[in-house]
């Protein structure tokens, strides 16, 4: 399976900028600046906590005054109401996540992608749609209320390009121009200056939609990878290697600068190392240890969800976190395989973070959103894939949604003049009911003329 040029560039420009200080790559024409470029990112360990975090923003505050911030807010507030986002790159195929398999014209468009009857769960709330196979996870969680789904979310005049239109989602508005994100914004109007940990990007780049105006954000790839390592060294002989660097720190300096330099750094690695080793890997399968599996593999989504739910236990003062799932969505040839495996692994990893949430007691206090850039094109391409379309497929998981579609199915005998899913229902309105519905906040003080669109129900 192969994505597009434009996919590819848009990716590799967005990482550079994402790294401050990186030799930035040249913006194409037409391109919006991703969100939070230009923000400041220095590096710093929150002893507390046991946590290396690359924070974005807030670049006076001294490191132990984020200690002191995170901290307060744990202690402060440590039932806050949580959003995940997670983002399909690439733009997923509506319809194969939800395929109208009673419609003829989805068998004309796709003679080849189309599914086979019987080959996934019909759609409880439409008959007439099929879950893609390997949306089974979804399914058992969509039958237990905790799956709201939209089929057909968009925005009029839609962009397809990957950079353009996931700009659009991350900064809530089709302003190219816009430079904070809009969980950013959020955190701007009620955030903590002292707090990095309240918007978390689980990976070692800013995820745009957190960029800020003012407060701080955070950056971790997960709590479960920090360690020492030293080649044919394991088991006693690397925890008295350990012991041995921790030695090192409490050795005299006398007031040597280079001694007290190498002293400190020995202590704090072993500081860190000592407070992070309730989400070390326990077996050779290099899972955190949890209260429910999760899918085997090297793959680091299922591996950062579980650690959120570890680091949501410990009662850290997370509010809003933004993650990509596993694989790539840009589909433009050999669709079926590559599409089913990604699927099958997103939608395992997001049913083992709900029922460890609910292991743990902190399913109510979570919600997470499923969302990608455009849906494809309807008809098939001649390579087994599909093209850039319009119109995608979102989710709302969790203990509190309302379980209902949202918006409807926009059918396939009304397509766009491009011959794309036409938009049933708008994310800035989706994004509107999150802020005050979930988050309780002003949408209108967050989103560009939030008032202009519907909300819709989301929770119970």
């Known amino acids: 399976m192969a994505c597009c040029n434009e996919h590819s560039r848009s990716e590799l420009l967005r990482r550079g900028l994402a790294?401050?200080?990186?030799?930035?790559?040249?913006?194409?024409?037409?391109?919006?600046?991703?969100?939070?470029?230009?923000?400041?990112?220095?590096?710093?360990?929150?002893?507390?906590?046991?946590l290396a975090l690359a924070v974005y923003g807030g670049a006076a505050l001294r490191p132990q005054v984020f200690d002191e911030g995170i901290a307060a807010a744990a202690a402060a507030a440590p039932q806050d109401k949580v959003l995940v986002s997670v983002f399909l790159d690439g733009g997923a195929d509506a319809l194969s996540l939800l395929a109208p398999t009673a419609d003829p014209l989805y068998r004309q468009l796709r003679p080849r992608l189309a599914l086979p009857p019987g080959a996934g769960l019909a759609f409880a709330e439409d008959p007439a749609l099929t879950w893609h196979p390997s949306l089974a996870p979804l399914v058992q969680l969509h039958g237990e209320g905790k799956v709201s789904v939209m089929p057909g979310i968009g925005y009029d005049h839609p962009n397809q390009?990957?950079?353009?239109?996931?700009?659009?989602?991350?900064?809530?508005?089709?302003?190219?121009?816009?430079?904070?994100?809009?969980?950013?914004?959020?955190?701007?109007?009620?955030?903590?200056?002292?707090?990095?940990?309240?918007?978390?990007?689980?990976?070692?780049?800013?995820?745009?939609?957190?960029?800020?105006?003012?407060?701080p954000v955070a950056a971790v790839d997960a709590p479960d990878r920090?360690?020492?390592?030293?080649?044919?060294?394991?088991?006693?002989?690397?925890?008295?290697?350990?012991?041995?660097?921790?030695?090192?720190?409490?050795?005299?300096?006398?007031?040597?600068?280079?001694?007290?330099?190498?002293?400190?750094?020995?202590?704090?690695?072993?500081?860190?190392?000592?407070?992070?080793?309730?989400?070390?890997?326990?077996?050779?399968?290099?899972?955190?240890?949890?209260?429910?599996p999760y899918p085997p593999g090297d793959d680091a989504?299922?591996?950062?969800?579980?650690?959120?739910?570890?680091?949501?236990?410990?009662?850290?003062?997370?509010?809003?976190?933004?993650?990509?799932?596993?694989?790539?969505?840009?589909?433009?040839?050999?669709?079926?395989?590559?599409?089913?495996?990604?699927?099958?692994?997103?939608?395992?990893?997001?049913?083992?973070?709900?029922?460890?949430?609910?292991?743990?007691?902190?399913?109510?206090?979570?919600?997470?959103?499923?969302?990608?850039?455009?849906?494809?094109?309807?008809?098939?391409?001649?390579?087994?894939?599909?093209?850039?379309?319009?119109?995608g497929t979102g989710f709302l998981i969790g203990s509190r949604v309302a379980g209902k579609m949202i918006g409807e199915f926009p059918g396939l005998a009304k397509l766009d003049e491009d011959g794309n899913l036409r938009a049933t229902a708008d994310f800035r309105g989706l994004y509107g009911a999150i802020l005050e519905d979930w988050l309780g906040t002003d949408a209108d003080a967050i989103i560009p003329g939030a008032r202009k669109f519907g909300r819709p129900k989301i929770l119970r």
């Open 19 to 50: 790294e401050a200080g990186r030799g930035l790559p040249s913006i194409e024409p037409g391109m919006p600046l991703p969100a939070g470029t230009g923000l400041d990112r220095r590096s710093f360990v929150a002893r507390g906590l046991g």
């Open 161 to 215: 390009s990957h950079f353009t239109s996931r700009h659009f989602w991350e900064v809530g508005a089709a302003d190219e121009r816009l430079s904070t994100g809009w969980l950013g914004r959020y955190l701007d109007r009620v955030g903590k200056p002292d707090n990095p940990l309240q918007g978390l990007s689980l990976d070692w780049s800013l995820q745009p939609s957190l960029a800020t105006a003012r407060m």
């Open 226 to 292: 920090y360690d020492f390592w030293a080649r044919g060294v394991w088991g006693e002989v690397s925890e008295r290697m350990v012991n041995a660097i921790g030695r090192l720190g409490a050795i005299p300096t006398h007031g040597d600068p280079g001694l007290e330099t190498a002293s400190d750094s020995a202590l704090q690695s072993v500081r860190l190392y000592e407070q992070l080793t309730p989400f070390r890997p326990k077996d050779d399968r290099k899972t955190l240890v949890s209260p429910v």
């Open 301 to 391: 989504f299922p591996r950062r969800l579980a650690g959120l739910a570890a680091m949501l236990a410990a009662g850290l003062p997370i509010r809003v976190v933004a993650l990509s799932a596993p694989g790539g969505y840009d589909t433009h040839d050999n669709q079926a395989q590559g599409l089913a495996e990604d699927l099958e692994l997103t939608a395992a990893s997001l049913l083992a973070f709900q029922r460890d949430l609910e292991a743990r007691g902190l399913a109510d206090r979570v919600l997470v959103h499923v969302w990608t850039e455009f849906g494809r094109r309807a008809k098939e391409n001649g390579s087994g894939g599909t093209d850039h379309g319009a119109a």
